[in-house]
Antibody
């Protein structure tokens, strides 16, 4: 069974940093791209960043470019999102997702989400 | 960025057909593949993949869900609607970065 388990969320002050982790199991992690998608309270879904299967390529939405870094450790089957210079508008539930290369890059598995609140 | 437009809500009766549309600001097809996907989200839960590449049913999803369309016009159909289908449905394109989602269509009971 494919499992994605996020951790590392919580309350953080504006301008500070936070790192999210996503532990993957039930599939060969190094064969898949991975992505982060967020959802602000009562709002819709917003793609944040994607990383290729081997970590050689990364993509970000403009609003997080230069502040967030997506990375992965294939030996540990773990995905990360380092978030710096956090803003109130980054408050959201952050979902770790698996990206299927052969199925139109669809995000076919989702974690339960990690809540991040940016507030003083 | 590619903008995806969905109606905010749809009221439907149980055992009837629900049709949810998604229109994109640009063509999301490439080499015969539609980079359009559909997700279901219930309150307090993570999204779940229903349909990928426009019309392919994801693993474990009941056959009463189907997807159609190409280019800039896509449709998710639920027939017949069951009580468990009451949720918000999102379309999403993966043709170009940034990946974008529609605002979601909330399926409600009439």
């Amino acid at each position: 069974e494919v499992q994605l388990v996020e951790s590392g969320g919580g309350l953080v002050q504006p301008g500070r940093s936070m790192k999210l982790s996503c532990a993957a199991s039930g599939f060969t992690f190094s064969n898949y791209g991975m992505a982060w998608v967020r959802q602000a309270p009562t709002k819709g879904l917003e793609w944040v960043a994607t990383i290729s299967y081997d970590g050689s390529s990364t993509y970000y939405r403009d609003s997080v470019k230069g502040r967030f870094t997506i990375s992965r450790d294939n030996a540990k089957s773990t995905l990360y999102l380092q978030m710096n210079s956090l803003r109130s508008e980054d408050t959201a539930t952050y979902y770790c997702t698996r990206s299927s290369i052969i199925r139109g890059r669809v995000m076919d598995a989702w974690g339960q989400g990690a809540s991040v609140t940016v507030s003083s | 960025d590619i903008v995806l437009t969905q109606s905010p809500a749809l009221a439907v009766s149980l055992e009837q057909r629900a049709t949810i549309s998604c229109k994109t600001s640009q063509n999301v097809d490439n080499y015969g593949i539609s980079y359009m996907h559909w997700y279901q989200q219930k309150p307090g839960q993570q999204p779940k993949l229903l349909i990928y590449e426009g019309s392919n049913l994801a693993s474990g999803i009941p056959a009463r869900f189907s997807g159609s369309g190409s280019g800039t016009d896509f449709t998710l159909t639920i027939d017949p609607v069951e009580a468990d289908d009451i949720a918000t449905y999102y379309c999403q394109q993966s043709k170009d970065y940034p990946y974008t989602f529609g605002a979601g269509t909330k399926l409600e009971l009439k």
